[in-house]
């Protein structure tokens, strides 16, 4: 999606009731510097930080600058240009299952500040920027959260889980091969093209990782305030292949009591191969003089328990939700990801503000291609909203559905029964959570929240959502 962050009008609605309470809500132009920097301030305020410091202004400048910003005034503050809350967006890519990219609307910096909560300004706020998403034609809208009781008024739910993982030194020995390639020490500032390659690399082939945007890299690898004393702490770490090309980094600072073996840390791991990620964490897991490694924001699936002799050393100290969406655009979300199994299943969405409520019929091929059928208020059915859809599947979906049917017998019932589709109905937080494959639809029809037609449609749907890789966020956004 191309992006003028000023390209959408401000919300009409919000502006409205927002103006009802006596408060002004505005978008922020970016070449407008006092401006920002009071948007700035108040972001800082709204999550508790530190004023920031020249550096981490300019950087900030450089970032928000890129993305939509709305401000909300109170012209009765002392300092009437600090907004007394805040919000950002901006359109970017989802990695979804089968290696493909979702159109998505990124929110982040909700914040309102502590003397104007609980009137509604953030519902206001949230409301506007699921209408900005179907403005901007985004599938999804995404966030990261402080709080998992905020968003899912507005439709969001989990989609994706971080783990905490911890692994102790003494028991970590390696037992998993050796790669081709080899890691070397780099100065963060000499990875950071290198990083943007393997950063791209990694988010494509990992479901729930969003697209990067200019200026994460010099976030996570310390280059915004290079002097501070958490910048100098940092180490990066590169692996080439065999044939000397960058295929993953990490970064990670060892915490320690002087003269006592510390902590290894680290959130900063990009791989683009197996073989990057496996080389990775061997020099992560064997450095000396460590008690033991914490990784953050790592997948529920990180393949070190199996990369060790004994796989007591690793422990999942924390997992938690991390990525959550809303979908806001079903039959485009639907027809963009790859299936794991072939099949028809109905889904009848409920959804109280709107955006994905409908009945749709999803067709997925042997090869996960997927069409899905919006049915139409005239009774016949769309197709051409399904953004990834692959033409030939519906035909041959029909013919096999007509084999099987024949293939009942002679009973007018069985033909019937053969005939009618598998169908779950479901909450739009529910398609959410299964939506990229961190949630079985079995586990939430347990939990009382998916009603299945039959035993065999919840089989198939979770086979249908099934994804080879589970859905992984690196970072916060
Ligand atoms: C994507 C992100 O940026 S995540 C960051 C979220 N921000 C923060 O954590 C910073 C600190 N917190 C805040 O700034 C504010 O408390 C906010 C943004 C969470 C809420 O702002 P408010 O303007 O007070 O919310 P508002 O009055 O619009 O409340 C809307 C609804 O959310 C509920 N709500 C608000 N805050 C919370 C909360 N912390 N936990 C649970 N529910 C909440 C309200 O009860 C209300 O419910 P209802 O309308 O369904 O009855």
Redesign the pocket.
Known sequence: MSFEPRSIPVDPDAKGALASKGLDYRLIDPSDTEALDGWIDADHR???HARPREVTREYERRVMGERRLHGVFDPGVPDPDVPV?T??SWPTGLSVPGGRSVDGWA????????T???????????EAELRAAEHAGAAVAM?????A???G?YGYAPAARAATIEIDRRRAKWNGPSAPGRVHFVEPAALRDAAAAISRRAVARTPGEIDRWAGILDRMLGLVDPESDASRALRAIRYDDEHGQPQGFAAFRVTREPNEPGWAEFDVFAAATDDAERALWRVLVEQDFVTGVRGRLRSVDEPIEWLLEDPRAVRVVDVTDHL?VRIVDAAAALGARRYGAAGELVLDIDDPLGYAAGRYTLLASADGRAVVHVPRSDGSTDAASATASNSTAAPKRERSRARAAGSEGSGSRAAARAAEPRSLKLDVRDLASIYLGGVRPSVLARAGRITASSNGALELADRMFASTRAPHLSIWF
């Open positions: 709204g999550f508790h809350a919000v950002s929110v982040s910096s909700v914040t309102v500040s502590p104007h909560r609980r009137r509604g300004i953030a519902r206001a706020m949230m966030l990261t959260v402080t709080e009781t905020i968003y008024r959550w």
